[in-house]
Structures are given as C-alpha cells and as structure tokens.
C-alpha cells in the first residue's frame, strides 16, 4: 500500500524475486518533493543490490557544501559536500528512477485502504467496492500519516508532534546548500541541476497563523523565498514512530514505520535500503513471519541512529 519511494522500491525488489505485486495506492495531488539528500552507504549499497546506480547517475543533483546558518542568516558552520560516490538525490528523482525501473510489470491501481484481515497465512484485503483480494504479505508504505498502521496497530495514544510543509523549486541559482534550523521551524535551499533551487520551509503546527507570517520575521534570504513559493501546506504530519512495524503478514516501511520529521537527510536511504533488505530476508528464510521478524530486527538499529528533526 504506498507508492510513494518506500512503496515503489519494496515493489521493485519483490518484483526482482519473481513475486506478483500489486501496489495499490489512493490518489493524491502531486507535490514537488522537498530537499535533495546524498544516499548514505546502507541506501547506496541497496541501490547497487537493486542495479539502479546508472540511473541515479544520469537524474542526480549537483553536490555541494552546506551551509549553516542563524535565523539573520550568519554562517555557523559548512558541512562539506559529500563524496562523488554517493549520488544526490530528492524524492522526485528517486521517484522517477523506481516508476522508470518498474515499467508496467506491477499492478498499479488507485484505492482507498482496503480492510485488511490478516491471519498466520497472508492478508484478505476488502475494498470499498466489495472485490476481495488475497495477498500473501501486505506492505504499508502510505506514508507518515499511515492508514495500515492506524488500521493494524491503533491509533497513537501518546500526542506526537505534528509538522506542516511546503516545498517549492524557483528560479534562483545557488552555489551551496543552506539549512537554518530554528525551535519549532526550519528552511532549506538546494541547488537544482536546472540552475533553479529547491527550497522548503517545515515548521510545527500553528493552527491560528497564516504559513508565511511563521517565517516573516527572520533574515537572509527567506523574504526573498516567501515572496517566490506559491504552496499550500501540506496536512500535519505526526511525527511518530511506530513501536513495531510488523503484524502477522503485514509489514510498515518508511514514513510509516519511522517518520524522522521534515529534513531528514537520510529518509530516502532508510526507504531504499529498508525494501532491498525486506526483499533479501523474504529470499533467505522459508516463513515470512521469521522474514520479518529478522527484517525487523536488524534495521531497526539503522534507523534509531539516525538524526530526526528535534521536536522542539
């Protein structure tokens, strides 16, 4: 259920293990995708695991420094850029290279979340339209908002914070990247291949005040990037971790599973690296409860070092 790049890439390697794969998905509006982000070594050697490199070669994003910086825009600190190996990528071109990759060898199909009753041998999904499918493993990647994982495991009981986001790509050229990371608020600019940027403002919820008044009292450049980004928020996000991310023959991945918060560097990774290790595991042991228990277990660990956003 997902496919967004946790959903398309647990599709494509299933796919590459000669599984039958739907991928079934509500329709959404298209937004662009936020920040590019240089693969880490779990997401770069899955990718490699997956054959997809000369891909991420030919749509990658222009490496370069980033620049932090305080809410007047004063440098704080320059992370140099990251090394030639490790491709730069945002979520659209990571996007594309799965759609590319997958072709029309996968049932795509718009749906609202089907009931999912699941037993010790795989899942009956039921849609609104009364079809009845059955399915040997069900994967929830629909995201950090995830329907499967309310459906599954309940809803929260605890009040995660929640972020609201706008993203936009604008006519500026950049020679670095540049974070200022606030309480409670953040920008981000990354130069684009295009010679345009990227550019998104995440910030936690405030229900009473219009999105760019958040932003209207800080420096720099971002009355500039208020001025060019024309975007309504997308929907508060929780940013919520899932206390396990798998029931009987139902599996949560990405977001749904781990959301790290807006800005998070390696979340394009975790998804990638996540499905091809989802896959190996299902390969390797005869049970897919002992896949996914396994599978559970050891990325775990990847994603709880991981930064996320301080909820502050």
């Not at 599709?11 to 937004?31: G, M």
């Not at 720099?220 to 009987?248: F, K, T, Y």
């Not at 390969?283 to 991981?306: C, H, K, N, Q």
């Amino acid at each position: 259920m997902g496919a967004g790049v946790s959903g398309l890439a647990a599709a494509y390697r299933l796919l590459r293990s000669d599984w039958d794969v739907a991928v079934p998905a509500a329709a959404t509006p298209a937004r662009p995708g936020g920040i590019p982000a240089a693969l880490t070594d779990f997401g770069l050697n899955a990718a490699q695991r997956l054959g997809l490199p000369p891909a991420l070669v030919e749509r990658r994003q222009p490496r370069c420094d980033l620049v932090a910086v305080d809410a007047a825009g004063v440098p704080l600190a320059v992370h140099p850029e990251p090394p030639p190996h490790r491709p730069v990528l945002g979520q659209d071109e990571m996007l594309a290279v799965l759609s590319d990759a997958l072709g029309g060898e996968v049932d795509r199909r718009g749906a609202e979340l089907p009931v999912l009753v699941a037993d010790d041998c795989g899942v009956t999904a039921i849609f609104a339209n009364g079809d009845e499918d059955w399915f040997d493993l069900v994967v929830g990647a629909d995201g950090a908002c995830s329907a499967v994982r309310a459906a599954v495991l309940g809803h929260s009981h605890c009040d995660p914070p929640h972020w609201s986001t706008v993203h936009g790509r604008i006519e500026l050229t950049s020679s670095c990247a540049v974070s200022m990371d606030l309480t409670g608020r953040s920008v981000r600019l990354h130069p684009l291949r295009d010679k345009r940027s990227a550019v998104s403002f995440a910030w936690r919820h405030r229900s009473d005040t219009p999105w760019p008044e958040v932003f209207a009292d800080l420096g720099w450049l971002v009355p500039e990037l208020l001025s060019r980004v024309d975007g309504e928020p997308c929907v508060q996000i929780p940013q919520e971790r899932a206390d396990r991310w798998v029931h009987r023959q139902i599996a949560l991945i990405g977001d749904a599973a781990w959301y790290l918060g807006p800005h998070a560097d390696r979340g394009l990774s975790l998804a990638v690296g996540g499905a091809e290790l989802l896959g190996g595991a299902l390969d390797i042991f005869p049970g897919a409860d002992e896949a996914l228990s396994w599978w559970e277990r050891t990325l775990r660990p990847y994603v709880l070092s991981a930064p996320s956003r301080a909820a502050t």
